[in-house]
């Protein structure tokens, strides 16, 4: 069960994310908002699994919901 909310994509705001994987799929986390489709972690080849895919949902959460500290200048 997933401990946290995912925060709303960082790109167009859209709150339509949703993490998806199984248990013999990573996972990662998108924005479904069709002119944006923001992604962390993504499967390029079948048996490609690129260091930003997350073994469990509350890590792929997590670092979806991080979010640098811009201060204006």
């Known amino acids: 069960m997933l401990n946290q909310k995912l925060k709303p994509c960082p790109f167009c705001g859209s709150k339509d994310v949703g993490i998806y994987g199984n248990e ?11 002119v944006c489709f923001c992604k962390l972690g993504e499967m390029y080849l079948p048996y490609d699994e690129p260091d930003h895919m997350f073994g469990d949902e509350e890590s792929a959460a997590y670092n979806w919901n991080q979010r640098a500290d ?3 200048q």
């Open 24 to 34: 013999t799929v990573n996972y990662y986390v998108a924005c479904i908002n069709p």
């Open 70 to 72: 811009i201060k204006d």
